[in-house]
């Protein structure tokens, strides 16, 4: 049990539309960081929030936003979803040199 | 360009075996090397962290070694189980950026 906590678990959606992905952080952790795993790979950096900040971005188009709130959780939106964003979709929660990932979102694009 | 390669790939061995897994890193400041189990389909959980001063690490049956002087890492795993099989990846975060920097990881598969 890590104390990051991601939702939904699963989700399918169709080409085109909206998703909002959430991440509840381990406590007192102020930094959270979003990636994406397709299948068969390493996870890829998306972005990183620090204290409600964004502090750094991956390739991502725009279209990948996210938001943290003063209690450090945090989302993940995709506008205009694409065939190739489904993946898993995994946060963690930060501080100094710990870093604890959730159970992660399967997307599934169709 | 800061880089995290793991190796082998993939790995399959028999229950009760011992195995190493390799990362090499370029991470430049270097802070620490994190050594993660992925389950499929799940989050990383993490092994071990290492840090700059540490050579060796154990937690349970996985021991993690470091070599600051030519960044490589190891991971060995004593006594495999069927519960093994998994993904491991090594993580190296950019000091710069907070970032954390994936290896492509390791697929271990241990049959009875």
């Known amino acids: 049990e890590t104390g990051v906590t991601q939702s939904p678990t699963h989700l399918i959606k169709t080409r085109g539309q909206q998703v909002t992905l959430r991440c509840s952080s381990q406590?007192?952790?102020?930094?959270v960081s979003w990636y994406q795993q397709a299948l068969g790979q390493g996870p890829q950096f998306i972005f990183q929030?620090?204290?409600?900040?964004?502090?750094g971005r991956g390739n991502f188009p725009p279209r990948f936003s996210g938001l943290q709130f003063p209690n450090y959780s945090s989302e993940l939106n995709v506008n205009a979803l694409e065939l190739d964003d489904s993946a898993l979709y995994l946060c963690a929660s930060s501080f100094l040199a710990e870093a604890f990932f959730g159970q992660g979102t399967r997307l599934t694009v169709v | 360009k800061n880089q995290v390669e793991q190796s082998p790939q993939s790995l399959i061995i028999l229950e009760g075996k011992n195995c190493t897994l390799q990362c090499n890193y370029t991470v430049s400041p270097f802070s620490n090397l994190r050594w993660y189990k992925q389950d499929t389909g799940r989050g990383p959980v993490s092994l071990t962290i290492?840090?700059?001063?540490?050579n060796t690490k154990s937690n349970g049956r996985y021991t993690a070694t470091l070599d600051a002087d030519t960044k490589q890492s190891s991971l060995h795993i004593t006594a495999s189980q069927l519960s093994d099989s998994a993904s491991y990846i090594c993580v190296v975060p950019s000091s710069n950026t907070g970032k954390l920097i994936f290896g492509q990881g390791t697929t271990l598969q241990v049959k009875p």
């Open positions: 929030y620090y204290r409600e900040e964004e502090n």
């Open positions: 290492m840090t700059f001063s540490e």
């Open positions: 406590s007192g952790h102020n930094t």
